[in-house]
Nanobody
């Protein structure tokens, strides 16, 4: 049974940093495409960053140079380091996993319940 649990969200002032974590269970994280999505109030969910089974990363243009996605195979955990946060980064952030390669843009197999990030 695949399960993804996000943590690390919270409230932060503009310019601050947060690191989100996504603990995976029921499968080996390193063999899946893993991604972070976010959904702001009144907006559609959007892809933020992804890391494939080989470790290649990709980012939305809006967060390039600001966010860094990484994974720790030993801990079966995905991370999102978010720096220089802006009010427009306020959203619920979701972790997602998919067995396909290359990483798809949407319709991931598994999703976490999300963690709120608020930047003021």
């Amino acid at each position: 049974h695949v399960q993804l649990v996000e943590s690390g969200g919270g409230s932060v002032q503009a310019g601050g940093s947060l690191r989100l974590s996504c603990a995976a269970s029921g499968y080996t994280l390193s063999s899946y495409c893993m991604a972070w999505f976010r959904q702001a109030p009144g907006k559609e969910r959007e892809g933020v960053a992804a890391i494939d089974s080989g470790g290649a990363t990709s980012y939305a243009n809006s967060v390039k140079g600001q966010f860094t996605v990484s994974k720790d195979g030993a801990k079966n955990t995905l991370y999102l380091q978010m720096n220089s946060l802006k009010p427009e980064d306020t959203a619920v952030y979701y972790c997602a996993a998919d067995r396909r390669w290359p990483c798809p843009r949407s319709n991931f197999d598994y999703w976490g319940l999300g963690t709120q990030v608020t930047v003021s």
